[in-house]
């Protein structure tokens, strides 16, 4: 039973129904299981027929909900896109107590695959019919202004969290049972499907809207590459390895898996066929096909339907025929539907019988195609109703005169100045796995093309649609490129060279917007689409001096857009850290921000994200690492604030692995476990306080006489932060330097570290130099015994006495190696309470291992030397230091710690917490995809 008829004998192919209706191919059934209603997720009661499920898309629906219906089949979802968003996807996994959101069903032990920043799941065999709508993440229009501009909800069916309640009828709209419910994919609102179109279509972005970067403020480039790559995801591009896959199979599977089904076939060969459908030519070329099974006998129309389906073809079955596929192009033969299958076709050396599934044009010299508005002209239409019109073209219509008859079509809502046909081309756009797009010749013939691609693959014509774009990009067609893994401290002109060399003079960039000479990082600027894809395309590819170019496509932020009550939140993460924990982050991240705020620091580092987010005035960070990867983020600040809107963002920290003494004192706590909801990170965020932290510039200088490897090897490290002739060497200290036993200690830690470099990555990160370096002096270590003797340390101008010790620790922050506090409680004496706010350094003194392992534990507290703001150190020999946790061996000569004309701004933790309403949609994501970790060293750990 169709549920919908249009009788109109007029109607365009593919008729209006889906304009209207929700295009399911309802017929009646009798479930053996416990089954629950799609619509209300109520059981099905009774024994027979029970209720009602889609042949197509197997939505199942009772007798009571049909007529109420409106969830969109999977065979009209398609259409009813407005602005085709391709989807991110993951790599293929097991995604438990997840639903299918094409064929509804679970996704169980069958390969899934999931998208990284929406809540759509599909099988592998269902990604042919995936729908492109994933949410839209920069709608940047520049006809509209930030208080005009309206957000809406975009809603995604099925899969809520567990507990969701509908915010109309305020039950519970969730079920574990079936795909059901709705959820806005911005703000976590959850509803009923029965219930949601009454609520305001108008979407608030929940309650992250104050550090949430609205889509409306943001335009990415458009250029011709996979979303993933907009996106700098590292993986792989997925379409490729799997367009074979799935229940369309290739003759090739088929024959390895038909073995196994021999038996299971058997039987059902008795009394069914099995015949293979091919939905046009090109299908037949790349061999793809899908398998339908028919009770032996019955006509041929019944074949017919059962192919629509499995194409999700919900269309009237008497606009298509089947022919026997052959290998002859000419003289295809229409089947007869009356009559069985197996009368007509023959199955040649023993494979299964194949069929051409056709499409019968009406007429051959005329027709309809379907043009979308596209945003140029639907942003001018205040109907944001209106999907697409049929536009009526013979096979001498030309694409310019179909622009003209598609703008009158659209004319009643469109101001008049705007309509000038010549400002427009038509796209003809590919859903099919993603969204591409084509520019058409003004001289094609439309009918022509729409027909041909229908031959080729109805199911690939189905994913096609034409669309009206305006020929003068509105964004303006600046493209920004960053390219980094350059080598450091080049002049312009020779990186202008190195680029041109690789890129080509004929793809040039039409300008430098930045240069990050200490990184050895750059951003190059595009005027025109094409050249900078080409450009792209090469960079990606190519090498220099042994590293791969990174490069990544940025998206270009409208801070003018930005609400005055919104400051953006910059999320940068370090995947690395923690395990697996970060890279869970950074999944939720995407999903709860807009994408394009959410940076992966293993891509290029802080500098991306900073370059993005220079033109807001008001902005924060959140560094999800350890106090390494927040040392590495304040560096790249110190570098490029200059240039930056927003001089000093303050920024959040969730700390990933071990150590975290910054994180500490800041109260964000010794280690993200896991298990605290990510939605609630990030309001923490929003309730944070801001924070001074004092910090302070280290400067080693060693004696000029010495002329060893070490010397040399620091002078050529141009990653520590400032290195000039005499080979002084300066360096940023936020949390704490020591000197003697702790330094040697975690050199020893480092260097074991160093066997597994993977691991490690921080700030330092190629700073490999060192470590080679000081494991030849290792051999032949000195012992820091009397480190009071060989050292000689002056506190504001006056000389210190110190005690016997064997190393000296000066603190910035009162958490040192993984939450010790050396410096001890507050007591009577001479010293001020120390903070990281003051101005002032403590120093404290070590007598040996055993000391420092009670300070560690908690047992005692190392020996006050001194408080003081400017320290000047001695070193009469090659002495152990590290700063921040960074160790290395520094040779004889002075050292300089004194406070730093760069103060960062932090965000401490609200030690009030408030008490979070249950009530509230909360957005969770279960960690399904978790594994156990392994404990591993990590980069961010702290000295010890
Ligand atoms: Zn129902
Ligand atoms: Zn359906
Ligand atoms: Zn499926
Ligand atoms: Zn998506
Ligand atoms: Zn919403
Ligand atoms: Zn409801």
Partial sequence: MAALSNSDEYCPPESDVFEHGHGHFFTKKTFHKPTYCHHCTDMLWGLIGQGYVCEVCNFIVHDRCLKMVVSPCSSIACYL????????????????????????????????????????????????????????????????????????????????????????????????????????????????????????????????????????????????????????????????????????????EDRRSSKEREGRDRDRDRDEDIVRIFDGNSSLKKRIYRTVAVPKNVPAQVLLEAALRTFHISDKPRNFYMTEVTEKESGEVELDLKQPIRSQIKSRDGKRPAVFLRYREPHPDRGYIRVHPGPALSNLSPQATVHFKHVPVTSDTTVTETIAKAIEKFGSEVNSEETDPSKYKLIEVHLDRGVSEREMDPDERPLKTAQESRRESLRQYRMTRFYIKQKEDPHGSQIAMFVGNLPTSLSQLQYEKILLDIIGKENKWSGFDVIYYEYGALVLLFSNPETATRAYNICKERTFDDKPLLVLLLPNIQPQMIPDNVTPLLTLVNVKSGGQQGMELIRSFRKLLNPHQVYDLMNGGPLPGLYVFRNIPKFKILVCGGDGTVGWALSCLDNVGQDAQCQSPPMAIVPLGTGNDLARVLRWGPGYSGAEDPLNLLRDVIEAEEIKLDRWTVIFHPNEKEHDETKVAIANDTNAANTNEDNTSIFVMNNYFGIGIDADISLDFHMAREENPDKFNSRLHNKGVYFKMGLRKMVNRRSCKDLQRSIKVEVDGKPLDLPPVEGIIITNILSWASGANPWGPEKEDQFSKPTHYDGMLEIVGVTGVVHLGQIQSGLRNGIRIAQGGHIRIHLLGDTPVQVDGEPWLQPAGQVVVLRSALKATMLKKSKNKIKRRNTEPSIYFPTDSLQPQSPSADPDSGPL
């Fill in 81 to 252: 896109i407005k602005n085709p968003v391709s989807h991110c996807w993951s790599e293929p996994g097991h995604f438990k107590r997840k639903f299918c959101n094409l064929c509804r069903k679970r996704l169980e032990d069958s390969l899934a695959i999931r998208c990284e920043i929406c809540e759509y799941y599909a099988h592998l065999e269902c990604q042919d019919f995936v729908v492109s709508d994933c949410k839209e993440c920069a709608t940047y229009v520049p006809t509209k202004e930030k208080n005009t501009v309206v957000q809406y909800h975009h809603w995604r069916e099925g899969n809520l969290p567990g507990n969701s309640k509908c915010l109309h009828c305020k039950k519970t709209c969730w079920s574990a049972e079936c795909l059901s419910g709705m959820r806005c994919e911005w703000c976590g609102v959850t509803a009923h499907a029965a219930c949601y179109r009454y609520l305001p279509a108008e979407c608030s972005f929940g309650c992250l809207r104050e550090i949430l970067l609205p889509p409306y403020s943001l335009t990415v480039p458009r250029m011709d590459v996979p979303m993933e790559m907009l996106f700098g995801f590292q993986k792989k591009p997925f379409a490729e390895e799997f367009s074979s896959s799935g229940d369309s199979k290739t003759e090739d």
